[in-house]
């Protein structure tokens, strides 16, 4: 999914499978995600 993003491949590097998939799930949009990805990298979100 993530494959020829520059923006998205090195965040989806930082966050676990779980949240990824969440991710995956929910958001429509390659901005969506990326706003997805880089809080829960920032936050170091769990699914908890």
Do not use: F, H, Q
Request: overall charge positive.
């Amino acid at each position: 999914m993530y494959g020829g993003n520059e923006k998205l491949s090195p965040l989806v590097r930082e966050i676990s499978w779980t949240n990824n998939a969440l991710i995956m799930m929910v958001a429509k949009t390659d901005m969506e995600r990326e706003s997805y990805l880089s809080l829960s990298a920032k936050n170091n979100y769990s699914k908890c």
